[in-house]
């Protein structure tokens, strides 16, 4: 299976010319599963909740849902993008999958970033793995990365594959990741961007170094901290499958949960 | 704080002769806590429960946790270390943290790996740190590693600082400890073993490389594969207590428990 991302640095405000960007690099790609950075099309740092709004848009009537279906379909591929999303007077920093047939998911960020608090209605959505083309996708969201939790209760329902759109400004996420590999064997592409937005309430560099990890825990793509880069891998998601990390110690069924009850 | 950690390559199923190897690298230590490595004084590959049984012993009987204690006594200290613990008819692969005044508490390890499972009964009390000194400690045992839920349970009752001993035979542990401090805000001490034993069920080499682990991920203080190492740094605990990875993001109360449900 072909999996990758396409890092880039979305130009706030400006979701046409980003969608024409997304197009154009993505026009000759030869993948399964491609992942976009969050909140891909709108950019990262509203000013305020009415900036926001006037950006965020409805999955069912977006131009760019629309768009992204039909690069599924003249691909056979399958898009997970990060979407600034309005629900009647809610408004989601969440993650779509799109394929040929259209939006099939959307996860909405359980846990919100700095000022996101300010202007994004906390996720409402449970976490929950989708099957495509024989591989579980579980979808997560920047700074989900932080909560072990968060990889845990997918990779729990069978994850194989984690997509992971971002716009991390932190240098601790992308080996942390890692870990987030090894304790559930699970692949993970996590999609970053690059470049600053200077916008009314400060400036933000975001730090690339976008990476597929594999169930290992090894790093097998990953790009700079500020180019453009179309990164596709070829991996194999049975891998995932496999939980035995010695010939006796299989990471789920080793568990306890009977003594996890601090977490929940 | 003074904590710190004596990695070393402990003798099998010869106590008296690690006992001293510990006296005497101790002698001179200044140090608030020191982890020793799992299993310290029987080594670690048995043959099976018979050979397991002759060597562990009961907490308050044993010379060794006595020699501890007169340890801790003449040098105001605490010491965390692996122990074959026999009560009753069990067997458990502990972590004793021992102070002037007794064996205060005690940790059987939970997440039994590979041959263990054959002599070992699994761990069965609850997570908890103990408070000594104004820092609240939590014990994990080598492969507990690979479970987040095991420092998180720790770290969500208020555990400042994780004393880790360990007899780790992979590669994978260490880089995962750092994720473990940043995800809880936690300092780590890993204190690994290093050598070989070579036994009638097979070899085994133990990966050395111990480590303090900071609040934020760094790694404060480290060994090599396969030196003997007294390491002692001083560390400030109540960095723990700060929680927050932005001003608006709070590590603990962003958690979202009503979507973890996977995970108990």
Request: with cysteine.
């Amino acid at each position: 299976m072909n999996v990758g991302y396409y890092q880039f640095s979305p130009c706030f405000g400006d979701p046409a010319r980003n969608l024409e960007n997304v197009q154009d690099a993505l026009s000759g790609a030869d993948a399964d599963i491609i992942v976009l950075p969050e909140l891909a099309f709108t950019g990262y740092y509203f000013e305020n909740r009415k900036e926001l709004s006037s950006l965020a848009e409805n999955v069912s009537s977006s131009k760019i849902v629309s768009a992204l279906i039909n690069l599924c379909k003249s691909h056979d591929m399958y898009i997970a993008t990060g979407f600034a999303e309005s629900d009647g007077s809610n408004i989601y920093n969440s993650a779509l999958l799109i394929g040929p047939t259209g939006a099939i998911h959307t996860y909405r960020k359980l846990h919100l970033f700095n000022t996101e608090k300010e202007y994004f209605d906390p996720g409402n959505i449970s976490l929950k793995p989708i099957n495509i083309k024989g591989a579980n996708l579980g979808l997560m969201i920047c700074y989900d990365w932080v909560f072990p939790e968060v990889t845990r209760s997918l990779a729990a329902q069978g994850a194989d594959i984690i997509l992971h759109p971002s716009n991390l400004v932190l240098a601790y996420c992308q080996k942390t990741m890692v870990s987030r590999c090894i304790e559930n064997s699970v692949y993970a592409i996590t999609a970053n961007r690059t470049g600053t937005e200077a916008r009314p309430r400060g400036q933000l560099t975001f730090t690339g170094q976008s990476q597929i990890v594999d169930t290992k825990g090894s790093i097998i793509a990953s790009s700079t901290v500020e180019n453009d880069d179309l990164v596709i891998q070829d991996i194999d998601p049975s891998t995932a499958r496999d939980k035995f990390i010695t010939e006796n110690n299989h990471l789920f069924n080793d568990r306890r949960p009977e003594y996890y009850s601090a977490i929940t």
